[in-house]
């Protein structure tokens, strides 16, 4: 199967901010990170009209950014892989493997998803 989410990805880390109350940080979600996972929510669900999947799996996420400016791929899953609970997969703890592409479309930035059961070795 496999899910498209358009416009540009965006890192968890750029979705999470700090606040300092009485000495101690706490972490929340800014309003542009809820309004995005929102919508990765919605659209998966416009294309994936099924019970969420119980079995182990393997996805295959290819992140197509407008630009080659410095990326750390480690900070694009969490947010996409939480976003998609509960109705690609019941819990993400299922993904067992995992295989993530940065690549370059200027016009058409997005994420594509291929999600496979997992093969055991």
């Not at 109350?21 to 542009?32: E, I, Q, W």
């Not at 990326?71 to 997969?89: A, E, P």
């Amino acid at each position: 199967m496999k899910i498209v989410l358009y416009g540009q990805p965006l890192s968890t880390q750029s979705i999470y901010k700090y606040t300092c109350a009485r000495g101690f940080p706490n972490l929340y979600m800014t309003k542009a990170g809820k309004d995005i996972k929102e919508y990765y929510n919605l659209s998966a669900k416009s294309q994936y009209h099924h019970k969420p999947l119980k079995e182990d799996l393997e996805i295959k996420v290819k992140l197509y950014f407008k630009d080659k400016g410095k990326k750390d791929i480690d900070n694009f899953n969490k947010l996409l892989l939480d976003s998609l609970t509960g109705i690609l997969w019941q819990d993400d703890c299922q993904i067992k493997k995992s295989i993530t592409e940065m690549l370059y479309d200027k016009a058409k930035p997005r994420i594509e998803i291929d999600v496979l059961k997992h093969k055991k070795i």
